[in-house]
């Protein structure tokens, strides 16, 4: 069983920053590719930032030179560091990670989400 914990999410002003952990637990071998995504209020979930295993990353276009994902494979956890936000960040945000567990069979699992809010 593998399980994604995020923290991090709250509320903040337009032009402030937050960041978000997203720590994996379980029978784990070995984390693939990790990554965030985001679900705002009545749309879809869109990729935010994914980053593989030796840290090379992708950026939605949205979020490019504010947004910055990183991760420590040690301690199986990934981070997205969002600077000058803007009210359109606001979103619940998912952390996702393709995991190999030790019985050697790979899956991708989701965190539960956090909350960001930007007031303008």
């Known amino acids: 069983q593998v399980q994604l914990v995020e923290s991090g999410g709250g509320l903040v002003q337009a032009g402030g920053s937050l960041r978000l952990s997203c720590a994996a637990s379980g029978s784990i071998l070995n984390i693939n590719n990790m990554g965030w995504y985001r679900q705002g209020p009545g749309k879809q979930r869109d990729l935010v930032a994914t980053?593989?295993?030796?840290?090379?990353?992708n950026y939605a276009d949205s979020v490019k030179g504010r947004f910055t994902i990183s991760r420590d494979n040690a301690k199986n956890t990934v981070y997205l560091q969002m600077n000058s936000l803007k009210p359109e960040d606001t979103a619940v945000y998912y952390c996702?990670?393709?995991?190999?567990?030790?019985?050697?069979?790979?899956?991708?699992?989701w965190g539960q989400g956090t909350q960001v809010t930007v007031s303008s």
């Open positions: 996702n990670a393709h995991v190999i567990a030790r019985d050697f069979r790979g899956d991708y699992y």
């Open positions: 980053i593989t295993r030796g840290s090379s990353t």
